[in-house]
């Protein structure tokens, strides 16, 4: 699995494997969600993932954060 995002000028890719397979334990919930929201979750997850992997010293969160917003609003998620 490749991940590349790029983002306002922000770019990282990450192609050490699923690492949605990896972070699978990390997003449990004790109810029940839907397929659509487990989806949104394990985006989310993947994103940061990825992200963190790529980081230098220097952590740009704006770049990070910009990010999260553009998968939220893929999903209709504004607030």
């Known amino acids: 699995m490749l991940i590349s995002l790029i983002v ?3 770019s990282f890719s990450d192609s050490s494997g699923s690492i949605s397979n990896s972070t699978s334990s990390i ?3 004790p109810f029940s969600i839907s ?3 487990k989806k949104y ?3 989310v997850s993947d994103y940061t993932m990825a992200y963190v992997k790529s980081s230098s010293a ?3 969160y704006s770049c990070f954060l910009k990010g999260l917003s553009d998968i939220a609003a893929e999903k209709g998620i504004n607030n």
Request: proline share 0%; net charge negative.
């Open 8 to 10: 306002s000028g922000c």
């Open 27 to 29: 997003i449990s919930s």
């Open 35 to 37: 397929d659509k929201d």
């Open 41 to 43: 979750q394990n985006e």
């Open 58 to 60: 220097e952590v740009d």
